[in-house]
């Protein structure tokens, strides 16, 4: 017996439609990869009134499919910031009244950019911001979950914040050489820290935080929550410059 294919099922009208819409799929999804090409290469930007350029975020980039989808599930579901807790890495003084809680990615070029920001936030208002730094690595930047595990094993030595500092600086050249290197650098037990990648135990707290950035609404980094005395959070998307930021940060604090 001769066996039909799906298509013989439908008319030639039909069949006609159906090729038709495939292939404008095909061309969009065509279309919108050579976008995310320009985006990624940093060829794309967008201009502020003022005529400042600022960076678009990774989300507006390339779109991880799989944080859009994640998205998408979550659409009808109300945003919810994972509180902080003692087990986040935390720079400043604890009991600021301002906290930001990032959720960044170490191959991120936007958040490489909003990291030297914050250092500068942080030097601004000393005493009167906590930055909390979570992970979030987008799955197109294949050296971001790598490079977040290897800051978790150096955080067992208690130098996440200056691990984290090391990725920035080299994000070009994110590898098993480099995380090795940093490690020596900072005087870590590269023997202890090199059992810890090989373990994948860092792995579980990434993926807390990635996980906690979904419930929290993220689609791709930086992403910020400024969170005033009276737990209000305001979101901050992108990499926005410190005039930004301080102008926010002084809102806030009344100044």
């Known amino acids: 017996m001769e066996q039909k294919t799906?298509?013989?099922?439908?008319?030639?009208?039909?069949?006609?439609?159906?090729?038709?819409?495939?292939?404008i799929l095909v061309l969009g999804t065509l279309g919108f990869v050579i976008l995310g090409g320009c985006l990624l290469k940093g060829g794309c930007?967008?201009?502020?009134?003022?005529?400042?350029?600022?960076?678009?975020?990774?989300?507006?980039?390339?779109?991880?499919?799989?944080?859009?989808?994640?998205?998408?599930?979550?659409?009808e579901e109300p945003a919810v910031i994972p509180v902080v807790s003692e087990t986040d890495h935390l720079r400043g003084d604890v009991n600021a009244p301002i906290t930001m809680i990032e959720y960044s990615d170490?191959?991120?070029?936007?958040?490489?950019?909003?990291?030297?920001t914050m250092i500068q936030v942080?030097?601004?208002?000393?005493?009167?911001?906590?930055?909390?730094?979570?992970h979030f690595p987008l799955s197109f930047h294949p050296s971001a979950l790598p490079a977040a595990e290897a800051s978790e094993c150096a955080s067992e030595?208690?130098?996440?914040?200056?691990?984290?500092?090391?990725?920035?600086?080299n994000r070009?050249?994110?590898?098993?050489?480099?995380?090795?290197?940093?490690?020596r650098t900072l005087g870590l037990d590269v023997t202890v820290f090199q059992s810890c990648l090989d373990s994948d135990r860092?792995?579980?707290?990434?993926?807390?935080?990635?996980?906690?950035?979904i419930t929290a609404g993220v689609t791709g980094t930086?992403?910020?929550?400024?969170?005033?005395?009276?737990?209000?959070?305001?979101?901050?998307?992108?990499a926005l410059p410190f005039s930004s930021i301080q102008s926010l940060m002084d809102q806030l604090l009344g100044s």
Request: glycine share 12%; proline share 2%.
């Open 45 to 75: 930007s967008l201009g502020d009134s003022d005529g400042s350029t600022i960076a678009i975020a990774d989300d507006q980039q390339g779109e991880d499919a799989t944080n859009v989808a994640a998205a998408a599930a979550k659409e």
């Open 106 to 116: 170490f191959e991120c070029p936007y958040c490489s950019s909003f990291h030297t």
């Open 172 to 183: 070009s050249n994110l590898s098993e050489t480099t995380y090795l290197e940093i490690a």
């Open 6 to 23: 799906f298509f013989d099922a439908f008319s030639s009208k039909t069949s006609f439609g159906i090729g038709f819409i495939s292939a």
């Open 157 to 169: 030595q208690g130098k996440f914040w200056e691990y984290a500092d090391g990725l920035v600086e």
């Open 222 to 238: 930086p992403a910020t929550f400024v969170i005033d005395q009276d737990g209000n959070a305001t979101p901050v998307k992108g």
């Open 122 to 134: 942080m030097d601004e208002y000393d005493g009167q911001v906590r930055w909390v730094y979570r």
């Open 202 to 213: 860092g792995l579980d707290v990434v993926g807390q935080d990635y996980q906690g950035g």
